[in-house]
């Protein structure tokens, strides 16, 4: 297993500071960048729309809405490539090799974690009785593999994921996985349960079209409880009409320890697996939030893809 670059050198520090215009420290092991909160806001797509709470594209260092800490095992796991999505310049590439353990919390990552606003303010996720909308592409390699059990067992490979408060020490509250196929993963609700076990239910269509982008929307309501929902939509091409591909509306979509408030949850976006045998590689689109489903889907697809078929007026 390779050793993280030695971030005290400040040779990569250097660097990585001049790239970020944000100052960078360990995490753990391996590099966390953090975001500067003076960077003018620009959101995915242009007008800025006032629904939309988080949208970074990856044009530039950090947009609107920017990510308080890159988790990369060194520097070059995440990475600004140019784009084959119509109407934006910049995509994600993630790249995970084995090793890259980073913090030591155990499998293997390069993330992003924790959405900022424009002025640098984190923007948790807690109980709410309105929905929030969110956007998410992703593009697999032909060439694919899903991620190997664990020494225990376990398999996961998850691009999108709500992390409960640390506390907590849970797996995520809810999470989007790409493996052998998409599909969706809850450990919501009360983690103190000793009962208690991930969830995981398949898509009616969680094919992985390795090669090709995929792009889905999320409908949530947030809360501890079973009045909770989720909602993921999922459509190949822009022109194709939005498909629900899982829906659940009695389900709890946060978590919590028994008899305590239900803390700040937060979001992470990038690639974390079960420890694996070759570098896994992938590609994200731009990522939205917000409160109107119109909005978030042109932040993130952009006007070319307003006019497809959506199932909300």
Not at 17 to 25: E, L, S, T, V, Y
Not at 46 to 52: D, G, K, R, V
Not at 99 to 110: I, L, M, P
Not at 118 to 123: P, S, T, Y
């Amino acid at each position: 297993m390779a050793a993280p670059r030695n971030a005290a050198s400040g040779i990569l520090l250097g660097a990585l500071n001049a790239f970020m215009g944000a100052p960078c420290k360990k995490s753990g092991s391996g590099i966390a960048c953090i975001a500067a909160a003076f960077i003018v806001p620009t959101f995915c797509s242009t007008p800025a729309l006032a629904s939309i709470i988080f949208c970074a594209d990856c044009s530039q260092p950090f947009t609107a809405g920017s990510w308080e800490e890159w988790q990369e095992w060194e520097a070059g796991r995440l990475t600004r490539e140019g784009s084959t999505i119509v109407g934006h310049d910049r995509t994600t590439r993630v790249q995970v090799n084995p090793g890259d353990n980073v913090g030591f919390w155990g499998g293997e990552r390069a993330e992003f974690a924790t959405m900022l606003d424009g002025v640098g303010k984190k923007l948790p996720v807690n109980e709410a009785t309105a929905p929030e909308y969110y956007a998410i592409s992703i593009r697999l390699p032909v060439d694919w593999q899903s991620p190997h059990p664990d020494k225990d067992g376990r398999v996961w490979g998850t691009f999108f994921q709500l992390h409960g408060p640390d506390a907590l020490g849970a797996p995520p509250s809810l999470a989007l996985m790409a493996q052998d196929r998409f599909h969706i993963n809850f450990f919501s609700g009360n983690v103190s349960d000793q009962n208690k076990a991930v969830q995981s239910f398949d898509f009616t269509d969680g094919s992985l079209r390795s090669g090709s982008w995929v792009q889905f929307m999320l409908e949530v309501t947030w809360s501890a409880t079973e009045t909770g929902s989720v909602i993921v939509y999922r459509r190949d091409r822009c022109d194709l009409p939005w498909a629900a591909v899982f829906e659940h509306r009695s389900i709890a979509t946060l978590q919590y320890e028994g008899g305590k408030p239900v803390g700040d949850h937060y979001w992470k976006a990038g690639y974390y697996r079960s420890a694996s045998d070759g570098k896994g590689v992938l590609w994200l689109g731009p990522i939205a939030r917000g409160t109107n489903w119109k909005e978030v889907e042109y932040a993130a697809f952009n006007v070319r893809c307003k006019d497809a078929g959506a199932p909300h007026p």
